[in-house]
């Protein structure tokens, strides 16, 4: 088994790849440099990783004893006074460096909070960015709101702050942007808009435990910032969701909504003073999420080493464009994306360039596609409810608008994306990504024959 790619191999790949670079940019074929690049799997050479990709989720046993006091315990839920979950709340504003936190049941129960608390109801609109999980959407259709999509700038790939206020009607209460992958949005462009139209603005910062941008934390650079720790997460617990802020105002009303009603805070003592729903976080999860924050820090690290790694090298492979980040700031890389120009690789499409990643030992996926046309927005529009809210003037335009999302489009057809537990293998593992890259590009013409 050749986990590590041999220097020597090395070097003589990328010497391959980078000549069949200078070719490719003469308008040349590098067929004789592509005969003396490595074969690609798919074309019988030998895969450029072999070895296995570092797991997720991961536990220690060291957590097991401050699971069990909980569970000896026997105050599994979080009610009132302390426990884990309240310590947890501390710890996670301290580690973002927000007022307050509040933990819940999940990131989408974190979202529907946040907006309900911003005074999104039935009949508004919400400017949400396309390119992101279907939580994001729902949240806001769980309000009989309508999410209206911006468009997501192809270089970022998250929401483009000039695409915003021409979809501002009377009717828009928030600005809902995602920071995708833990790449941080634009935000000083997006808060001011939302200021100018005196707007709320929520960060899905699902993807961006400690993310930053321009000195400051996703999560704590708009209104509302809200997160998951999913068991896919960068710091899991199977389930479990949280909002961060900066105004206590706003944080008690969250507690309120998340906890039935109940007024705590500023609203102690007036009973349920307001609606709400049972979105709690149980005292279990938030045992497990406290063991992780060294663990997050230093993984954080090692995913951005990495990462910047790639894309110093991947950025030199004509075809591969990795994401632009905006200026000063720092992205957690949830997962790693890059676009994929299929005209620069002989036209092998993108599938074709993901089985043949695949075959070298590297998993891969297209991850989100256009997903406001798999019928979930028909769905709610064509609903009583919407029909009731909406005239059908403003829900054809609604519906005609998606045609209008041609950035969002070509993220959606020409990402390819790594997940982020890859970016914890040690750097050699990213040579073989690199290398494996590099073959199928020296090989593409080859390859698309296959495809
Ligand atoms: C961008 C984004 N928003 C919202 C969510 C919803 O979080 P949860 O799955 O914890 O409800 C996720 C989770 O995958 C997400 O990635």
Known sequence: MRNHLTRRRFIRTAAAGSAAVSWLHAGRTPTVLGAQADKPALLGGQPAHTGVWPGWPEWRQSWEPEILKVLRSGRWFRGSGAGKVPEFEAAYATLLGAKRCLATASGTTALTTALHVMGVDAGDEVIVSPYTFIATYNAVLIHKALPVFADTDPETFTIDPASIESRITERTRAILP??????????????????????????????????????????????????????????????????????????????????????????QGRGYFTRGNNFRMQHFQAAILLQQFDKLVKETQVRRENADYLTAHLKEIPGITPARLPENSRAVWHLYPLRYDAEQFSKLPRSGFMKALRAEGVPCSSVYHEQYSDGLLDEAINSRGYQRLFSAKRLKAYRDSFQELEGNRQVCSTTVGLSQNLLLAKRAAMDQVIEAVRKIQAHSAALAKLA
Request: with cysteine; charged share 20%.
């Open 178 to 267: 995602v920071h995708i992958y833990g790449m941080p949005c634009d935000m000083d462009p997006i808060n001011a808009i939302a200021k100018k139209h005196k707007l709320g603005v929520v960060e899905d910062a699902c993807q961006a435990w400690l993310a930053e941008y321009k000195g400051q934390m996703c999560g704590t650079l708009a209104d509302l910032g809200c997160f998951s720790f999913q068991n896919s997460k960068h710091i899991p617990c199977g389930e479990g969701g949280a909002i961060t802020g900066n105004d206590s105002d706003l944080l008690d009303r969250c507690h309120a909504f998340h906890n039935c009603g109940r007024g705590t805070g500023n609203f």
